[in-house]
C-alpha cells in the first residue's frame, strides 16, 4: 500500500463531509482545514456537504488527504471515503506494481492505492470520487478501466478479455517456437555433433548461415518479441525501467552484437554470434508468461466458480398466473419465481408455495441439503433438490448473498499482507540495481582482458537471469489461492489483513448463546422416577404445554414431536402464572411446572439448582419426572475447543449470562477461562483484560459487534445478524463452528505457503545473479548461458504461482474424525 505523496500547487479536490448542521458547523470544519500547512483554500458547502480544498505550492503536505481526514475527525465531523476499483493490462513484474501505485497514490484525494499483481486489480480508496484515476495509470505506461457493476455481462466481457490475451500469447509462444528451433537446432547441433556443423557449413557456407540466423532471429524479436521492446523501451524513456525493460536490454543486446559481428566483423569482438541466445530468450520467457497466466487463471477459479452459480434465466410467475422465462438479471424484488427440480436459484427470497430441500454447499460449505418450506429463506446460486416452489423475491444483482460473498473475496485477495511490505520495498530498487549490476559486470570483464563477446555475454545473463515477477507474485497468489479456497469450505476473509493475524492467535474468545449454544432452550435431560415411562411423561407434559406459549413449554412441545410422539387429547386446561400448569390429559390428572407447584399441591419434591430450568411433572398426585430445560451446547463445540487446545490456542467465553449457567458450559466443553455478566458494551474491555497474544472473539449477534470490532480478528457465523458480519474481519457462512479451527489452520498454511514464495524469490535472485555476472568462472570455469537463465527466469515464476495453488487442496477432508484433522494434520500443505 502507499500513501498519497505531495500535491502540487494546482491540485485541489473536494470531500464530502458528514455532520454538518449550521453556520457554525461550516466555520468550524473550514477553520480545521485552513490551519493545516499549506492549505491556500478551503471552502465548505452547508447545502452540499462539500468541502473545496486547494494547496500552495511549497508547503503541500506529503500526505495530504489523510491530513484533511484527520483535520475534519478532530473538528467533530466526517469523512466518509469511497472506493473504487480498475482493471489494468500491462503489469508484469513487482516493478510494475510500484509504479502503478505511485502513479496512482500522486493524485490529490487518494488516501490508499494497492495494487494485486496476481490480479491485475487496482484498489483505490479516496476523498473525491470525481478524481480521473485511469488517465495516470496510462501515462505511466499500463492500461487501466473502471471496474464496473458486477454483472453477468461485465464479468462476462471480463472473461472474453482474458481468453483473447490469452489465446495471443498462445499464438507468439508457438511461432517464437517455430522460428526458434531451426536457428537452435544449427547452433547446439553444431556444437554436439561436429559432423552437423561440418554438413551445414558445406551447404551453405558461414557467412550465408549468419544472415540465415539473423532474418530468423528479428522475426522472432520483432514479431512475438516485439512486446518486450515496446514496453521496456517505453519504460526506459521514462526512466522507470521494469522487467520488459531487463528482457529487451538483454535479447536486444545479444541480437545487436551478433549482427554487428555478422554484417561488420572485427576481430577485436571475436567471431562467437549469439542469436540462439537472443530468440532463445524471448521463447522461453513468453513460455513461462504463458504457464504464469494459466496458473494465476487456475488460481482465480473460485472466484469464477462463484460467479458461475447464477443462472442466466428464471420462470417468472405473472398475476395471472402463467409463467414467462426472463433473463434473472431482469428479477426485480417482489416477483415471483418458480424452481423447478435441479435448477439453481437465480436470486435470494422466501418461499411463498411448495417445498424442497436445496443444496447450498457451494455457498456455506455445508453438504446436507437444507429444508425449504413455506416461509423459509432461499439464498440465490443453491441448487433445488426433487420438488418444486415459488418464492417471493427479495434481493437481487448486487444485493445477493452470492454478490456479497464474491465482492468479500475479492476485496480480500485484492489487499496487501504486513508479511509484503520487504519485498515491495526490495521490488523498488531491484530492476536499476540489476542494470547497475550488469553494467559492472560488462566493464569488469572488459578491464580484466576479456573479448567483448564474452563480456557482453555474462552481462546479458546478469539481465536475464533477474527475475522481480516472482518477488511481485510470492505473496497475492497465494492470498488469491487462499481466500477462493476458503470461500468453497464456507469462510469469508473480508479482510486480507485477517489471513495473516488469525494463524497468529493465541487466545480465541467465544459468546455463548447461539454461538457455543443453539440459542434457543431445548430439553437438555428428563429424569423419570420409578415407574413412569419417558414417552408417556413426555407425551402428557406435551399435550398441556401445547397450550402455553411460554418457551420453556415449546421446549417440551418441540421435544415431543421431535420424538414423533401424539399428544392426547386435553379435558381441562388451567394455567398458574410464574408457577405452571395443571390440567387433565388423556383420563389422567398432569402438573407440569416449578417446584413451588409440586408443594402447594402436595407432591413431594426437591429443588434441583444447576443450569437451565427444572420442570417438574406430577401424573395422578405423584412425582414422575424432572425435565432440564437449557440453550443446547451444539454438537461440534466441545471437538472445536479440543481442536483449539490441541494447537496450543487458549479459549475463553464471554456472556452476559450467570456465573452458574456460563461455568456449567464451560465446563463440559473443556473452556479456559469464563467471564460471565458482562454487559454488551462491556464485551470489548472483557476481551481486551484476558491474559494472551492476538485475541480472536468469535460472536453472532447484535450485541456482539462491538466486541468484534475491537478484538484483533473478529470471526462472526453468517447465521448472526447483518451487524455481527459487517464488524468481523471473517465471516462463517454455516453455522458450524469446526470453520473456526479449520480458518486458523488455512492462515497458518498460507504464510507458511507465503514465506516459501518470498524465500524462493530472493534466494533465485541472490544465488544467480553472481553466478550469472560470472564470479564462478575464474575459479571453477563455470558461466551461466543467457539461455539458461532464461529459463531459470522464466520457471521461477511459475514456481511461486505453482507452489501457491498446492494450497487448493487444503481441507479436502469432509469430514475431520480427529481434532488434529481441523487444521489438516498431515496434509501436504503443512509439512
Request: proline share 5%; with cysteine.
Amino acid at each position: 500500500m502507499i500513501s498519497a505523496p505531495a500535491v502540487s500547487a494546482e491540485a485541489g479536490f473536494s470531500v464530502q463531509i458528514e455532520g454538518l448542521r449550521c453556520a457554525s458547523c461550516v466555520g468550524k470544519a473550514e477553520r480545521a482545514l485552513r490551519a493545516l500547512p499549506g492549505i491556500s483554500r478551503a471552502d465548505v458547502n452547508l447545502a452540499t456537504g462539500a468541502a473545496a480544498i486547494e494547496f500552495d505550492a511549497a508547503a503541500a503536505p506529503t500526505r495530504a488527504a489523510q491530513a484533511v481526514v484527520a483535520a475534519i475527525a478532530q473538528a467533530g465531523f466526517k469523512v466518509v471515503p469511497v472506493e473504487r476499483q480498475l482493471a489494468l493490462t500491462g503489469l508484469h513484474c513487482a516493478s510494475c506494481v510500484g509504479k502503478v501505485e505511485a502513479a496512482l497514490a500522486s493524485q490529490p484525494g487518494v488516501l490508499e492505492a494497492d495494487v494485486n499483481l496476481a490480479t491485475s486489480r487496482a484498489r483505490i480508496v479516496l476523498l473525491d470520487p470525481s478524481i480521473d484515476l485511469a488517465g495516470p495509470v496510462r501515462r505511466a505506461g499500463y492500461g487501466a478501466e473502471e471496474v464496473g457493476p458486477d454483472t453477468g455481462a461485465n464479468r462476462k466481457a471480463r472473461t472474453n478479455s482474458q481468453r483473447a490475451e490469452m489465446e495471443a500469447l498462445t499464438r507468439d509462444v508457438w511461432l517464437a517456437a517455430a522460428l526458434s528451433l531451426p536457428l537452435f537446432l544449427v547452433e547446439m547441433g553444431g556444437h554436439l555433433v561436429p559432423a552437423f556443423h561440418m554438413a551445414i557449413m558445406g551447404a551453405l557456407g558461414m557467412g550465408r548461415l549468419l544472415v540465415a540466423e539473423l532474418g530468423l532471429a528479428t522475426l522472432v524479436l520483432f514479431g512475438p518479441g516485439r512486446r518486450f521492446f515496446t514496453a521496456g523501451l517505453a519504460s526506459l524513456w521514462r526512466l522507470s525501467p521494469d522487467m520488459n525493460a531487463l528482457v529487451a536490454l538483454g535479447a536486444g543486446a545479444a541480437y545487436l552484437f551478433s549482427a554487428f559481428v555478422t554484417l561488420w566483423p572485427r576481430p577485436a569482438a571475436g567471431s562467437n554470434v549469439y542469436f540462439e541466445a537472443s530468440v532463445v530468450i524471448v521463447t522461453l520467457i513468453l513460455t513461462g508468461r504463458l504457464l504464469e497466466a494459466r496458473a494465476r487463471g487456475r488460481a482465480g477459479a473460485a472466484i469464477e466458480r462463484l460467479a458461475g452459480l447464477r443462472p442466466e434465466t428464471a420462470h417468472r410467475v405473472t398475476n395471472t398466473g402463467a409463467v414467462l422465462d426472463v433473463p434473472a438479471e431482469s428479477l426485480r424484488a417482489g416477483d415471483r419465481v418458480m424452481v423447478k427440480p435441479g435448477e439453481r436459484v437465480p436470486a435470494d427470497g422466501w418461499v411463498l408455495e411448495g417445498e424442497s430441500y436445496v443444496d447450498e454447499s457451494m455457498l456455506t460449505g455445508e453438504a446436507n441439503p437444507v429444508a425449504k418450506a413455506i416461509g423459509a429463506e432461499v439464498t440465490g446460486g443453491s441448487v433445488n433438490g426433487s420438488g418444486s416452489f415459488v418464492f417471493i423475491v427479495e434481493r437481487t444483482g448486487g444485493d445477493t448473498v452470492l454478490a456479497r460473498i464474491i465482492r468479500m473475496v475479492e476485496t480480500a485477495q485484492g489487499t496487501k499482507l504486513p508479511v509484503q511490505a520487504l519485498a515491495d520495498r526490495v521490488t523498488a530498487w531491484f530492476v536499476p540495481a540489476v542494470m547497475a549490476i550488469a553494467t559492472v559486470t560488462f566493464f569488469v570483464w572488459l578491464a580484466v582482458g576479456a573479448t567483448l563477446g564474452f563480456a557482453l555475454i555474462n552481462a546479458v545473463g546478469v539481465l536475464i537471469i533477474s527475475c522481480p515477477c516472482a518477488m511481485g507474485l510470492a505473496t497475492p497468489v497465494s492470498i488469491m489461492v487462499a481466500t477462493g479456497r476458503a470461500a468453497e469450505l464456507g469462510i469469508l476473509f473480508r479482510q486480507g489483513r485477517a489471513l495473516q493475524l488469525l494463524g497468529q492467535v493465541t487466545l480465541v474468545a467465544f459468546d455463548k448463546t447461539g454461538t457455543l449454544t443453539i440459542g434457543k432452550p431445548g430439553l437438555t435431560a428428563c429424569e423419570l422416577q420409578p415407574g413412569f415411562s419417558r414417552d408417556d411423561v413426555l407425551a402428557l407434559a406435551a399435550a398441556l404445554e401445547a397450550r402455553s406459549e411460554h418457551p420453556v413449554g415449546a421446549a417440551i412441545v418441540a421435544a415431543a414431536r421431535a420424538d414423533g410422539l401424539a399428544l392426547p387429547d386435553i379435558e381441562t386446561f388451567a394455567a398458574r402464572p410464574g408457577l405452571g400448569i395443571a390440567g387433565r390429559a388423556g383420563g389422567r390428572d398432569v402438573l407440569v411446572g416449578t417446584a413451588r407447584l409440586m408443594r402447594e399441591a402436595g407432591v413431594e419434591c426437591l429443588d434441583r439448582p444447576g443450569p437451565g430450568a427444572a420442570v417438574f411433572v406430577a401424573i395422578g398426585g405423584q412425582l414422575a419426572a424432572v425435565m432440564s430445560i437449557a440453550d443446547a451446547i451444539k454438537p461440534d463445540a466441545a471437538a472445536v475447543i479440543a481442536a483449539l487446545h490441541a494447537k496450543h490456542i487458549a479459549t475463553a467465553m464471554i456472556t452476559g449470562d450467570s456465573q452458574t449457567v456460563a461455568s456449567a458450559v464451560a465446563g463440559q466443553l473443556g473452556i479456559d477461562q469464563v467471564v460471565a455478566g458482562v454487559l454488551p458494551g462491556d464485551k470489548a474491555a472483557a476481551l481486551k483484560a484476558l491474559p494472551g497474544g492476538l485475541r480472536a472473539f468469535a460472536g453472532d449477534g447484535i450485541n456482539d459487534a462491538p466486541v468484534l470490532a475491537a478484538a484483533d480478528v473478529g470471526i462472526a457465523l453468517g447465521t448472526g445478524t447483518d451487524v455481527a458480519i459487517e464488524a468481523a474481519d471473517v465471516v462463517l457462512m454455516a453455522d458450524r463452528l469446526d470453520s473456526v479451527p479449520r480458518a486458523i489452520g488455512l492462515s497458518r498454511a498460507t504464510m507458511r505457503n507465503i514465506k516459501q514464495n518470498l524465500f524462493w524469490a530472493f534466494a533465485y535472485n541472490i544465488v544467480l545473479i553472481p553466478v550469472a555476472a560470472g564470479v564462478l568462472h575464474a575459479p571453477f570455469g563455470i558461466t551461466l548461458s543467457p539461455m539458461l537463465g532464461a529459463g531459470a527466469m522464466a520457471m521461477s515464476s511459475v514456481f511461486v504461482v505453482t507452489n501457491a495453488l498446492r494450497l487448493r487442496r487444503f481441507g479436502a477432508r469432509a469430514c475431520p474424525e480427529k481434532v488434529e484433522d481441523f487444521f489438516d494434520r498431515g496434509h501436504a500443505l503443512t509439512s
